[in-house]
C-alpha cells in the first residue's frame, strides 16, 4: 500500500501566490523527499528532509517535517507558470535488509498566468 | 554523464509477448528500482536492487523479472505480457549513504498491452 498521501490532489492558483502542499505516512521514515514530474517526463528530486530534521529551505521552496503527526508540507513560494508539475511526496525506509522508496498518488499544481 | 537512460521509449505488446526493458546508469550508484506509474496511482515499487548480484520485490512485484549483473545495468523483464501491465515504467537510481538518498530518475518507457 502506499504511504505517502499527499493534500489536496489539484490545487489551482494565481502566479505569485503561494502554493502548499501536504503529505501524510503511516510507519517510521529515515528521510522524507520531494519530487517535481512535469506532464510525460520523469521525475526530479527537489528536496529531501531526515527525521531528526523540522525544516529545511532550497531556493523557493520550504519544506517541513513533524514526525510526531507523521506529515510533512511543501511551501512553494511566490509560484510561476513553470511551478506548474505533479508533486510527489516519498517516504523512505531502511533497514532489516529492507531499501525502499514509497511515494504518494501526488498533488497536481497548476498555476495560472 | 548521460544519468539515467531508459530504452524503448514507446512499446506495444500483445498479450503473452516477452519483452525487456533497459535500464542503465552511469553514475556508479548502488541501488537501482523499478517504478510503474498508473493515472491517479503514483510511483508503485516493482523491483530493486541494493547492488550487482543483489535484488528484492517491491510492492507489485508479480509478472516482473529483473537481474542485476553490473553495477550499471538494470533490466526489467516482461515475461508474459498482459493488459494489466499497461503503464509507464520509470527506473531510477541513487548512492547508498545513510539510508535512500536522491533517486535519480529515467525518463521513462510507456508500454501498451493489447
Redesign the interface.
Given at each position: 500500500s502506499q504511504q505517502g498521501e499527499e493534500d489536496p490532489q489539484a490545487l489551482s492558483i494565481q502566479e505569485g501566490e503561494n502554493a502548499t502542499m501536504n503529505c501524510s505516512y503511516k510507519t517510521s521514515i529515515n528521510n522524507l523527499q520531494w519530487y517535481r514530474q512535469n506532464s510525460g517526463r520523469g521525475l526530479v528530486h527537489l528536496i529531501l528532509i531526515r527525521s531528526n530534521e523540522r525544516e529545511k529551505h532550497s531556493g523557493r521552496l520550504r519544506v517541513t517535517l513533524d514526525t510526531s503527526k507523521k506529515s510533512s508540507s511543501l511551501l512553494i513560494t511566490a509560484s510561476r507558470a513553470a511551478d506548474t508539475a505533479s508533486y510527489f511526496c516519498a517516504r523512505a525506509y531502511s533497514g532489516a535488509g529492507s531499501y525502499q522508496l514509497t511515494f504518494g498518488k501526488g498533488t497536481k499544481l497548476s498555476v495560472i498566468p | 554523464n548521460a544519468g539515467?537512460t531508459q530504452t524503448p521509449k514507446f512499446q506495444v505488446l500483445k498479450t503473452g509477448q516477452s519483452m525487456t526493458l533497459q535500464c542503465a546508469q552511469d553514475m556508479n550508484h548502488e541501488?537501482m528500482?523499478w517504478?510503474r506509474q498508473d493515472p491517479?496511482?503514483?510511483?508503485?515499487?516493482i523491483h530493486?536492487s541494493?547492488g550487482a548480484g543483489i535484488t528484492?520485490q517491491?510492492?507489485v512485484p508479480n509478472g516482473y523479472n529483473v537481474s542485476r549483473s553490473t553495477t550499471e545495468d538494470f533490466p526489467l523483464r516482461l515475461l508474459s505480457a498482459a493488459p494489466s501491465q499497461t503503464s509507464v515504467y520509470?527506473c531510477?537510481s541513487t548512492k547508498?549513504g545513510?539510508?535512500?538518498?536522491?533517486?535519480?530518475?529515467?525518463?521513462?518507457t510507456r508500454l501498451t498491452v493489447l
Open positions: - | 539515467v541501488y528500482s517504478y491517479g496511482m503514483g510511483l508503485r515499487l530493486y541494493v528484492d517491491g510492492e520509470f531510477a547508498r545513510l539510508g535512500i538518498n536522491e533517486q535519480f530518475f529515467g525518463p521513462g
